[in-house]
T-cell receptor, first 115, second 112 residues
């Protein structure tokens, strides 16, 4: 149980393009999902917390207009990187929470490369 | 953002050796988690610890929740090549936000 699916797994696109990444909890309802960014050989850095039906809570230093998060249902959250530039290239990972104070379950990540 | 201190940063060992890594914090956590991440994938949960002093095993893996609630260790016995990856500790304070604070990671390489 506790399967989280993330799509796409890899995106390569031109500078200025907006890219949408989906995160789905396949076998449970997730009231809370999280979006992380990971640079090579570094740890995961939390970008935002996404709650179903409400606005996402962004971590300090994360531009909410650049990284749009929508949590439209209990099984789906999306991250849209708007007008992406090469510095936005990174590994983006989502996680979903089945119950409060329980471990988060992670998707397989999306490798975003902006040319 | 805040990160937990994890050591060692990397380990290069021979197959069959035992491995130990630890994680320390200046503040208290209610839950300690250990994840493994392989290249190009998301972290996979290995062990969850919920009580101070708790010692939990998952196959060849054993982890303990420090009695002070400020540290945790993970041991891997009789390592095998598929143990290769980056191991992250993560602390959870609890409460409404449920945010995880991650360690800096330990890269494990196992030579057959």
């Amino acid at each position: 149980g506790a399967v989280v699916s993330q799509h796409p797994s890899r995106v390569i696109c031109k500078s200025g393009t907006s890219v949408k990444i989906e995160c789905r909890s396949l076998d449970f309802q997730a009231t809370t999902m999280f979006w992380y960014r990971q640079f090579p050989k570094k740890s995961l850095m939390l970008m935002a917390t996404s709650n179903e039906g409400s606005k996402a809570t962004y971590e300090q230093g994360v531009e909410k207009d650049k990284f749009l998060i929508n949590h439209a249902s209990l099984t789906l959250s999306t991250l849209t990187v708007t007008s992406a530039h090469p510095e936005d290239s990174s590994f983006y990972i989502c996680s979903a929470l089945r119950e409060i104070n329980q471990p988060q379950h992670f998707g397989d990540g999306t490798r975003l490369s902006i040319l | 953002g805040q990160q937990l201190n994890q050591s060692p940063q990397s380990m290069f060992i021979q197959e069959g050796e035992d491995v130990s890594m630890n994680c320390t914090s200046s503040s208290i956590f209610n839950t300690w988690l250990w994840y493994k991440q392989e290249p190009g994938e998301g972290p996979v949960l290995l062990i969850a610890l919920y009580k101070a002093g708790e010692l939990t095993s998952n196959g060849r893996l054993t982890a303990q929740f420090g009695i002070t609630r400020k540290d945790s260790f993970l041991n891997i016995s009789a390592s095998i090549p598929s143990d290769v990856g980056i191991y992250f500790c993560a602390g959870l304070r609890g409460g409404a936000t449920n945010k995880l604070i991650f360690g800096t990671g330990t890269l494990l390489a196992v030579q057959p």
